[in-house]
DNA sequence: AATCTTCGACTGAACGCTCAGTCACTATGT
DNA sequence: ACATAGTGACTGAGCGTTCAGTCGAAGATT
């Protein structure tokens, strides 16, 4: 019979979190292959991120995660696959962060702000993860590679979409679809900035300072663009 | 972070060069040192930039710079080494680049768009090596990864002195300490996205058009009339 | 000049070890 | 009885590193 467990951790995993038809297994049970991922990552991710992929042996994610290797290459056909499961749930936890920013999105210029506040909060939070993406994605095999980036650029397109919404509610015109991508794309990679020179950065300044100068940063650009019109 | 410091640098300068008393070698001749360990770091980064640093192995680069991996071994103690080099060497020839792209410096605002074209140029140049940068730190030992990150802020603090001179010979006041540096950080990371996304930016956007634009977005911060030298 | 000695850069086969991945076997549940 | 899930000792390729030995050049000795 299907354990509590098993129904429960199922129905809270979605697909990149364990199932994907993409990375084939050999055990049958949908279920449970959602669940053992789900388990392999959770194993994973902090192994990751203190040691790095390739000082991470496969025997210490198969023990953390709670069962044997032999067990572990049922679910996985590879420590890439691992790694591309990795890549996968940590993108898939920091478009859950945006997409809930965007959901409490208040209108006008405020929502601009609470945006870039929001988007910062995550990256804050998911440092350590963001950090490995970077580091790891080359690692990855290149189909995947691709895969990767591109749901990269696609956290940043969620981004140009709110900036989009809010131009027109705000009745901003003449601001370019190449404008709004790299606009979008600065505040990406000021999220990013965070992750990578936090331990520098928070001698001086609080997250919330970082916020209300960024902030600032990008509004200064904001309506200036769009009066400036075309370049 | 002193000023001092910064004009201190010269002496890391020559070290990366190969001979750093950090890195202790069984070779007597200190010129040879020199010459082996450039020969080292020249084969090394391409191998690095094309495999990573863990997947190139020591014969690797051994062969690619034309001697024996017992060889190499009298240069160099450990892999981690060479990996040390290799970023001493990195950052160097960025620092080159700013260098010389503040030597020309003009004055004003004028000034400004000049650093910021330059530096997104020696960028665009270096991008791989700085990628790889990223990359790798944190493969270094712990007391390397230190200094290596010390001198990624010491380049931004280059940027922070031009930015205060700017600002002086413009006379404008009111900025603080910290805001110069954020604004010096936005400025290295632009340079720095621009390496990580040119897959992705440089099919919608010419570098041009990203100097143009980012142009634009840092000066709209800097809180005057900068409209009159849009170029 | 001819021979011997020392020196130090250079070599690459060999060593010891690690680790991803396998497989013959056991356990479990239906 | 059968299918499916789990185990962990085993394998072998590949790695960083070492070290006994080579070689040519530069003194030193005869």
């Known amino acids: 019979m299907d ?3 098993t129904a429960f951790k199922g129905s ?10 993409e990375v084939p297994t050999q055990v049958k049970n949908q279920d449970l292959v959602t669940q053992r991922r789900g ?4 194993a994973a991710v902090p192994l990751f991120v ?11 994610i198969a023990k953390a995660a709670g069962f044997s290797v032999g067990s572990m290459y049922e679910y996985v056909n590879s420590k890439e696959d691992i790694l591309y499961l990795v890549c996968l749930s940590i993108h898939d936890e920091v478009e859950r962060g945006v997409t809930s920013a965007l959901d409490h999105a208040e209108s006008g210029l405020m929502a601009l702000r609470q945006l870039i506040r929001e988007f910062l909060m995550v990256c804050n939070r998911m440092a350590e993860q963001i950090q490995l993406m ?37 009745k901003l ?3 370019s679809d190449g404008e709004f991508d790299l606009l979008a794309n ?6 990013h900035m965070w992750t990578f020179r936090r331990w520098y950065l928070s001698q001086q300044h609080s997250i919330e300072e970082y916020i209300r100068f960024q902030t600032e940063f990008v509004l200064a650009a904001f309506p200036v663009k769009m009066k400036q019109g075309k370049k």
Chains 1, 2 share one sequence.
Do not use: C
């Open 186 to 191: 600065n505040i990406t990679i000021i999220g």
């Open 173 to 175: 015109e003449g601001i």
């Open 39 to 42: 388990q392999i990552i959770e």
């Open 134 to 170: 970077y580091q790891v994605t080359k690692s990855l095999p290149s189909q995947w590679k691709r895969r990767v980036l591109e749901n990269e650029i696609g956290i940043t397109q969620m981004i140009v979409d709110a900036l989009k919404r809010i131009a027109t509610t705000e």
């Open 12 to 21: 809270i995993l979605t697909k990149s979190r364990g199932v994907t038809n």
């Open 50 to 60: 203190a040691n790095g992929f390739h000082k991470t042996t496969t025997r210490q």
């Open 3 to 5: 354990k509590l467990e």
